[in-house]
């Protein structure tokens, strides 16, 4: 029969890879508790207005990247392209913003987008995301920059740049916003690419982040938020880059660093690795300060970050991690022996060592190629006269040497290393 194949995109992840994403999760898991976020696991479905509303429609994710589905009644749903949608939904739905001033989450998991795929880039990824939702003050932003910059340093990753910016807020962005398109518009029109021409009305700011070197180059002077803010953001700013300056984070301003939609608002960062090329960016994130609101709930200011866990992965490749090596093998001579010998394993689980038994019975030299394979630090030997006996030989795989002991007494062997 014709063999099945995954769906291009979707990877299986053996344990080479599949402990590194452990690693990962260990890490979050040890180091997002320590600022007060705990663990929301969301659905990996939503209805697919949701994520029209959290991401925008116009938003290439939207327009082109979401895997939709209908289900028989017609209403369409979607496999999640990204994470804080899904998160808004749960704490609105459940009512957390009436029970807590402050509620900080965090969700680790599989993520959907229909791009074409690269390295670094699958259509089936994962992501690490962070929210916190409450607070407006500016230790908040500061405080879960540390934090995921704290994250990635315990993974060992080297080599990062944070960059900040700020976007305003909507009592100084829109002016902002008219000065830019109008410095925009004085512009040689037939320079700027289509996309920065039709953005021009739409959205100026995304004028700013276009990659093509001819808009880069054009707009290289085009006024800086940072100096069109009001005094609030400006101050608001001042005191995110204090506590980094305290904490001694580095970081870079970046004039270009924007955001398309409406809902984002003052500080945005963004995590760039000088490893992995035009695929740079691992972290990104800011604060959503009108995102609940959008999305139908009150008026919660909020701030978040998600991290590409492929994208982390590949900057991990090749790194050593602890040998996985399994305690015991416990060989089976003969068929009389089967029961001792699945007893035996399950008596030393329950000590707490790993290992299994060689299920077949086989000869000698068979049953010791298989405990070698296996690479156990011990294996442990039942033929029929052990059985009789009531004994088992233990053979240190490391020296060679080996004895016999009462089968009760074999847990306790094999904590000599
Ligand atoms: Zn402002
Ligand atoms: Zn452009």
Not at 13 to 42: C, I, K
Not at 257 to 269: F, K, P, Q, S
Request: proline content about 5%.
């Amino acid at each position: 029969m014709a063999q099945i194949q995954a769906i291009k995109g979707f990877a299986d992840h053996f344990q080479d890879s599949s402990r590194l994403f452990e690693m990962m999760e260990a890490t979050a898991r040890e180091v997002f508790p320590r600022y007060g976020f705990g663990e929301l696991r969301t659905p990996l479905m939503e209805y697919t207005d949701l994520f029209c509303r959290g991401i925008g429609t116009e938003t290439d994710v939207v327009q082109k990247e979401m895997y939709c589905i209908q289900d028989s009644k017609g209403r369409s749903m979607t496999l999640r392209p990204e994470a804080t949608a899904g998160v808004m939904r749960a704490y609105i739905e459940n009512g957390v913003h009436a029970r807590e001033a402050v509620s900080k989450f965090f969700t680790i998991g599989p993520m959907f987008r229909h791009e074409r795929p690269q390295k670094g880039r699958m259509r089936q990824f994962h992501q690490i995301n962070c929210e916190c939702l409450g607070p407006k003050e500016p230790e908040a932003d500061a405080e879960i920059i540390c934090m995921m910059m704290e994250f990635l340093g315990k993974l060992g990753l080297k080599n990062l740049t944070l960059q900040i910016n700020s976007l305003g807020c909507a009592s100084c962005r829109p002016q902002y916003r008219k000065t830019l398109h109008d410095w925009l518009a004085a512009l040689d029109q037939d320079k700027l690419c289509p996309d920065c021409k039709r953005r021009m009305e739409t959205n100026p700011l995304r004028v700013l982040d276009c990659k093509v070197p001819t808009c880069k180059e054009l707009t290289a002077a085009a006024p800086v938020i940072l100096e069109n803010e009001c005094p609030d953001c400006k101050a608001h700013f001042d005191a995110v880059l204090r506590h980094l300056d305290a904490e001694g984070v580095p970081y870079q301003i970046n004039h270009r660093l924007v955001r398309g939609l409406d809902y984002y608002t003052r500080t945005t960062w963004e995590v760039v690795s000088n490893e992995i090329g035009s695929q740079g960016s691992v972290a990104g994130g800011g604060r959503y300060d009108g995102l609940v609101e959008q999305l139908g709930g009150p008026a919660v200011p909020g701030i978040g970050f998600a991290c590409g866990m492929e994208r982390l992965a590949l900057l991990l490749e090749g790194r050593e991690l602890p040998e996985v090596r399994p305690d015991f093998y416990v060989a089976v001579l003969d068929d009389t022996c089967r029961d001792a010998a699945f007893g035996l394993a399950q008596s030393l689980r329950r000590a707490g060592f790993a290992g299994t038994m060689g299920y077949e019975s086989r000869s000698m030299k068979a049953t010791m190629r298989q405990a070698g394979k296996s690479n156990a630090r011990f294996t442990l030997i039942i033929g029929t006269n052990e059985l009789a006996a009531g004994t088992v030989i233990v053979k240190n795989m490391e020296s060679g040497e080996q004895r016999e002991v009462p089968a009760g007494e074999a847990a306790g062997c094999l904590t000599i290393a």
